[in-house]
């Protein structure tokens, strides 16, 4: 068995040797040591914040073979060929794959030739397969994209809750959940159902600062979308809509207007899904415009930005979507366009939802999706409220902050409003309490004796669109927060008690006025020149493009994405550093000794121009 005890310059070799990294990022070590020692493990990171690694790295440490639940079929394939030209051992077995190739990976477990083996849940769950590993040294078990496990995730999926019989399959092996949007109570229910075993909690900034984040009201939806990708240069990145016909709509506008745009979605055909897929992660199409079907598995670190068409029913997709930007951690742009109707559809489809919990659950959540596209606070705040953690100040990174609203004092107003809060026992809804402060006669608030308290009536001044706005700002600034697993009531946080005790004043965003997108126009164009700002000079940058171009030329020999052989970080590292022999090449964020051996040669004369 592996010693726990494993020197901590193993961890640092293999990491460098294997990955061609040079350090960990926050948690991972941890991480990674939990699952060596054999426990388990919840991993909660950002998109592009080294979950995968954390199950990577150990399995290459353990004997036996790593078993990675995996949702998405293009997910498994995406990684395990990036693995394998890291040299690692990895192979899928799903339904993507010929009978003669599947009974190869099943040959290649039971003969102890694989290090790691991404699997479909329900594949991994048929008793063939759970009869197989009878005979096979699991070194751990890693279920990816977790909060499919929960009811109170954005993404439930049954088949994914029977994975906690494992716990008895495989005892003694360490599992890792791991997810990148799970708010607390979706966490609990992750660990809960996997039933994990006093797990190493591992969880990170949900912050992803290179990430500007901006809303549109919809005037004109097409030229405001095509005045923004006219900013965008040459960039790859993808648009969202929650149509197949709306997919195909601006798909083909975007064609109209000479972009590299291709449409993606359910009602397509395989074979087309698959081409539209592989020729963008190829580069070959700049723009994908697809519905929520298409991203989930996309390891593709280059896309530049995100654009929603229309509003996603739910903080934790708009967040994992637009998380597939800039997941090198390059400056990239997240782009949401807002209108009232994309609420009513919402509403609709909610509706329609015949589980009255899951009804109350996707109400919360489009309450909150819809709190977030009218902030008139930082974005970032209001995204990182929602998962349970704090921003100290603005980000200076989102359209709210680079073109502030006009602000007042509301002291007195926050304080009417905590007040009312505790005064109805923290036992209701947003609405019921402004019902109260503005001194509604109903025959609810009567029969609860409401009328009867000393902050009814106290907020008669402002209209109900005021008072809306005032309780998202001081459930966005984290006075007050919603109790999803209670019917949403609002409850008075400790940071409340000050300002209620007049201890602190309070600073809050006047509502605007509707506006006409091109009043946005300014910041957009800011937003869209930091990105294509070049971070290189002149002399770096002709470099940069000429290594581009080299890596090109080889991944299309080698038939793989340009970014497998390696990311634009690595490259633009190489063109600042200009490294001249393969010590220094080795010293490179992305160069390890299996790509070293492998494009050593070509990169070094590259950068010697020759």
Not at 36 to 55: E, H, I, N, Q
Not at 156 to 169: I, S, V, W
Not at 572 to 594: C, N, Y
Request: aromatic share 6%; with cysteine; proline share 4%.
């Amino acid at each position: 068995m592996h010693d726990p005890r494993t020197p901590a310059r193993s961890l640092e070799e293999t990491l460098r040797r294997v990955f061609g990294l040079h350090e960990f990022r926050p948690r991972q070590r941890e991480a990674v040591e939990d699952l060596l020692g054999g426990r388990d493990a919840f991993v909660l990171m950002p998109t592009g914040g080294g979950k995968s690694l954390c199950f990577q790295l150990a399995a290459l440490l353990r004997p036996g073979v790593g078993i990675v639940v995996s949702p998405l079929i293009s997910l498994m394939k995406d990684q395990v060929d990036g693995l394998v030209d890291l040299g690692v051992r990895a192979a899928y077995y799903n339904s993507s794959l010929e009978a003669a190739e599947a009974r190869r990976v099943l040959a290649r477990l039971h003969a102890g030739e694989l290090d790691l083996l991404y699997v479909a849940p329900e594949r991994l769950m048929s008793p063939e397969f759970l009869a197989r590993l009878d005979g096979v040294e699991v070194a751990l078990l890693a279920v990816d994209e977790a909060h499919c496990v929960s009811q109170w995730g954005h993404d439930f999926r049954p088949e994914y809750a029977q994975l906690g019989e494992l716990r008895e399959r495989l005892p003694g092996v360490p599992m890792a959940a791991l997810t990148a949007t799970a708010d607390p109570q979706t966490r609990e229910d992750i660990i809960r159902v996997l039933r994990l075993e006093e797990p190493g909690r591992h969880i990170t900034s949900f912050d992803r600062p290179n990430i500007r984040y901006s809303v549109l009201e919809k005037q004109r939806p097409a030229e405001q979308l095509l005045r923004f990708l006219l900013g965008q240069g040459r960039e790859s990145g993808i648009v969202y809509a929650l149509s197949r016909r709306r997919v195909e709509e601006v798909a083909a506008q975007l064609c109209g207007h000479g972009f590299q745009a291709a449409a993606y979605h359910a009602g397509l055909g395989a074979t087309t899904r698959d081409d539209v897929q592989e020729r963008f992660l190829r580069d070959d199409v700049q723009i994908v415009v697809a519905t929520v079907a298409f991203g989930m598995g996309i390891d593709k670190p280059n896309v530049r930005f995100v654009v929603h068409h229309d509003m996603p029913r739910h903080i934790e997709g708009y967040y994992q979507e637009t998380g597939r930007a800039g997941r090198d951690s390059l400056p990239a742009e997240a782009l949401l366009l807002y209108g009232a109707q994309d609420v009513v559809l919402a509403r609709q489809m909610i509706e329609n939802t015949a589980d009255e919990d899951q009804r109350r659950i996707e109400t919360y959540k489009l309450g909150a999706m819809v709190a977030f596209a009218e902030s008139l606070t930082c974005r970032r705040r209001v995204l990182l409220g929602y998962f349970g953690e704090s921003l100290a100040e603005a980000c200076g990174n989102c359209d709210v902050c680079l073109n502030p609203p006009e602000t007042f004092d509301g002291t007195e107003a926050a304080r009417k409003a905590l007040s009312c809060v505790f005064r109805v026992g923290s036992r209701f809804g947003m609405k019921h309490v402004i019902d109260v402060l503005r001194g509604a006669d109903s025959d609810r608030i009567r029969q609860l004796g409401h009328d009867r308290l000393s902050t009814y009536g106290i907020g008669r001044d402002l209209g109900e669109t005021e008072w809306m706005s005032i309780f998202r700002q001081l459930i966005h600034r984290g006075f007050l927060y919603q109790d999803i697993a209670n019917w949403s009531v609002l409850k008075l946080t400790d940071t409340a008690r000050p300002l209620l005790r007049g201890e602190t004043t309070l600073e809050l965003a006047r509502p605007r006025v509707k506006r006409k997108a091109t009043a946005k126009t300014p910041k957009g164009k800011r937003a869209k020149q930091a990105v294509a700002e070049s971070p290189l000079a002149d002399a770096d940058q002709q470099l940069f493009e000429r290594l581009r171009s080299l890596r090109r030329e080889l991944a299309d020999a080698q038939g793989v994405p340009p970014y497998v052989v390696f990311g634009d970080t690595t490259l633009l590292e190489m063109s600042r550093r200009r490294p001249a022999t393969a010590d220094a090449l080795l010293e490179i964020t992305g160069v390890g000794q299996v790509k070293l051996e492998r494009y050593a040669e070509a990169f070094l004369r590259a950068i010697a121009g020759n």
